[in-house]
């Protein structure tokens, strides 16, 4: 039976890439815990993109058999990678401190995005976790997804670097679309207010880009306490603040409009290599 997205497009996930610019923001707990909000309604995979520094399978105590360098040298398929996790969400992990996996071949990059087009056939959503930082990988990734999720907190340093990350996705390769998610906030206005921030200067430097504000999930210490206990934020403490601003962004989500999905990953890939040569 060929699969069906919340947008009754067939066999046609809608993927987000998750990127911070700066490291630390806590965007591998929101792509493990948005994942799993939406997999409650729906068929998710998430994707450890950071290709150097795996976490989600630690986040969660899961013991990776293969890794994705297992399929770059021939040893295994895509399919025999993936995990399962919590309400059968489905985690593709990436490769610990693998320092090559972190700069791909085009080739590579083809290969893999082959095989995950077909992994990715009946899913509803794929997220993307990638690196922080503004490297290849992580361009690559935020061009070969539909919606682009940008992770930062109220620290200056977060702002800056969100915004360079944007600026160099625009400038070098005409991405218009972002969402905003504002962490560990310390008031609830916070989040708006650091969204209206970012829009100014993004308005005044780099013009007609279309930043969405997604919302503000509140600095929580329970989200420690499920790191600790390996367990999604969302399981172990579901009223918790910080749970219940996810699972409002989780709604955001589902109910986003998206112009037109285009085949899968490999598509992307394919338009990738032709932005790339
Ligand atoms: N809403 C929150 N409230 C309190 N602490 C948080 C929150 N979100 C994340 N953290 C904490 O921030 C730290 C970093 O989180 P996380 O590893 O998810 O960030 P990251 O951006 O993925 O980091 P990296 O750059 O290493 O990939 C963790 O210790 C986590 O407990």
Same mark, same amino acid.
């Given at each position: 039976?060929?699969?069906?997205?919340?947008?009754?497009?067939?066999? %046609?996930?809608?993927?987000?890439?998750?990127?911070?610019?700066?490291?630390?923001?806590?965007?591998?707990?929101?792509?493990?815990?948005?994942?799993?909000?939406? %997999?409650?309604?729906?068929?998710?995979?998430?994707?450890?993109?950071?290709?150097?520094?795996?976490?989600?399978?630690?986040? /969660?105590?899961?013991?990776?058999?293969?890794?994705?360098?297992?399929?770059?040298?021939? =040893? %295994?398929?895509?399919?025999?990678?993936?995990?399962?996790?919590?309400?059968?969400?489905?985690?593709?992990?990436?490769?610990?401190?693998?320092?090559?996996?972190?700069?791909?071949?085009?080739?590579?990059?083809?290969?893999?995005?082959?095989?995950?087009?077909?992994?990715?056939?009946?899913?509803?959503?794929?997220?993307?976790?990638?690196?922080?930082?503004?490297?290849?990988?992580?361009?690559?990734?935020?061009?070969?997804?539909?919606?682009?999720?940008?992770?930062?907190?109220?620290?200056?340093?977060?702002?800056?670097?969100?915004?360079?990350?944007?600026?160099?996705?625009?400038?070098?390769?005409? &991405?218009?679309?972002?969402?905003?998610?504002?962490?560990? &906030?310390?008031?609830?206005?916070?989040?708006?207010?650091?969204? =209206?921030?970012? /829009?100014?200067?993004?308005?005044?430097?780099?013009?007609? &880009?279309?930043?969405?504000? /997604?919302?503000?999930?509140?600095?929580?210490?329970?989200?420690?306490?499920? &790191?600790?206990?390996?367990?999604? /934020?969302?399981?172990?403490?579901?009223?918790?603040?910080?749970?219940?601003?996810?699972?409002?962004?989780?709604?955001?989500?589902?109910?986003?409009?998206?112009?037109?999905?285009?085949?899968?990953?490999?598509?992307?890939?394919?338009?990738?290599?032709?932005? %790339?040569?």
């Amino acid at each position: 039976m060929p699969g069906y997205n919340s947008l009754g497009l067939e066999n %046609c996930p809608k993927v987000f890439t998750i990127s911070s610019g700066k490291g630390g923001v806590g965007k591998t707990t929101f792509a493990l815990n948005i994942s799993y909000a939406l %997999c409650e309604r729906n068929e998710v995979l998430l994707f450890d993109a950071d290709l150097g520094l795996a976490n989600v399978d630690v986040l /969660l105590g899961l013991s990776p058999k293969f890794h994705i360098g297992d399929v770059l040298a021939g =040893r %295994c398929q895509l399919e025999e990678v993936v995990l399962t996790g919590p309400r059968g969400l489905k985690i593709l992990p990436a490769s610990s401190g693998i320092v090559k996996l972190t700069n791909l071949s085009e080739s590579q990059k083809m290969m893999l995005l082959d095989s995950f087009d077909r992994l990715t056939t009946g899913l509803d959503y794929v997220f993307l976790d990638t690196a922080a930082g503004i490297s290849e990988n992580v361009l690559y990734f935020n061009l070969a997804s539909h919606e682009r999720i940008l992770i930062c907190t109220p620290e200056p340093t977060a702002l800056t670097d969100v915004y360079a990350l944007i600026k160099v996705l625009f400038k070098y390769h005409y &991405i218009k679309r972002f969402h905003l998610v504002v962490n560990m &906030i310390k008031r609830p206005s916070q989040a708006l207010e650091i969204y =209206r921030q970012l /829009l100014r200067v993004v308005e005044k430097f780099l013009g007609s &880009i279309s930043l969405n504000f /997604l919302g503000g999930i509140p600095a929580d210490r329970r989200v420690s306490e499920a &790191i600790r206990a390996q367990v999604p /934020l969302l399981e172990l403490f579901p009223n918790s603040p910080a749970s219940q601003a996810i699972r409002e962004i989780a709604l955001e989500i589902a109910n986003m409009k998206t112009d037109k999905l285009e085949g899968g990953l490999q598509f992307f890939g394919r338009k990738i290599m032709g932005v %790339c040569a």
